[in-house]
């Protein structure tokens, strides 16, 4: 799926960062989400990297990087945390600056990436996303009945854990496959490199870390952000699907304002897996933005 790519990965704190490298010019770094791997982006890459050296990585919990124990207070799956390892990773290939293109999880470490490594971060995209505080605190009947696994993911350990690892490839049919287009948007291939990352035990346990720590830990960082009227400095790009749940329950512009006031975007006709749904039209969408 990544021809002429080869791996990257980087010991990071502690733990293995599972990447992948290929291309040439400016460095752009892409960031998955919830339950998948750096696979997510099989249809876009080769595109971008005929502009960029891309490096795909797996968020710590995810794919094949490290999934340590959560810590008491989730911190170690934090945003804060998650960014600092693709930081990290991208300095250990030698790039000090770079832009990022983050999915769902992968856009909230993009985001705080930008706020807590503003000279890190040249160009940001995020892609069906909304801030982590505002989505909980305007959570309605809507939204919590179609992001489920927002509420159950976040129990103690290790009730959902217990659930995920019964049957993996029925949690990934359930999500993944539940949205608005189910799961014709995945190929037989990316689909079999999800269930492999998902049926590791140790990923049910990452997956519900990274959950934990957004009701907790990353909620009390983005409440400092906002109180500081810290924002992010780079140029940013927010794009959603306009069949999901983003665009039913919230108003992404209106809520990214108040982190980046100079944010653009729209939504474009998929739903939530905008780079394997629609990757043309994303291409033809952030390549503009990021070779500006």
């Known amino acids: 799926m990544f021809e002429g790519f080869s791996d990257a990965s980087a010991i990071v704190d502690g733990i293995t960062i599972h990447a992948i490298k290929g291309g040439h010019g400016p460095a752009l770094l892409l960031l998955h989400g919830h339950p998948q791997t750096h696979v997510i982006w099989h249809k876009v890459a080769p595109a971008l990297a005929q502009h960029f050296t891309v490096v795909a990585a797996d968020l710590r919990g995810y794919g094949d990087s490290g999934k340590p124990p959560g810590a008491a207070d989730h911190s170690n799956y934090s945003k804060r945390r998650m960014a600092q390892d693709q930081v990290e990773l991208m300095r250990s290939l030698g790039y000090e600056s770079f832009a990022v293109i983050g999915h769902d999880r992968g856009g909230r470490v993009g985001a705080r990436m930008a706020l807590d490594h ?81 049926s590791d035990p140790d990923t049910a346990h990452g997956i519900c870390e990274d959950y934990r720590a957004s009701i907790t830990i990353d909620l009390e960082h983005d409440r400092a952000t906002l109180d500081a009227a810290q924002q992010i400095a780079c140029p940013f790009m927010a794009l959603w699907g306009a069949q999901g749940v983003i665009e039913q329950c919230f108003d992404p512009l209106a809520e990214w304002r108040a982190y980046a006031p100079q944010v653009q975007g729209e939504s474009l006709p998929c739903g939530h897996y905008v780079p394997e749904e629609a990757p043309q039209l994303l291409l033809d969408r952030v390549l503009p933005f990021l070779t500006q």
């Not at 959570?139 to 696994?149: D, G, L």
């Not at 659930?163 to 799961?183: F, M, W």
């Open 118 to 198: 503003p000279a890190a971060v040249t160009r940001l995209v995020t892609l069906d996303v909304a801030p982590t505080l505002a989505m909980y605190e305007q959570t309605s009947f809507a939204f919590a009945r179609a992001y489920w696994h927002w509420f159950m993911l976040v129990r103690p350990a290790p009730f959902p854990e217990t659930l995920i690892r019964a049957d993996p490839d029925l949690y990934l049919k359930q999500t993944i496959g539940a949205r608005s287009a189910g799961l014709a948007p995945f190929t037989a291939q990316a689909y079999a490199e999800y269930l492999r990352c998902l």
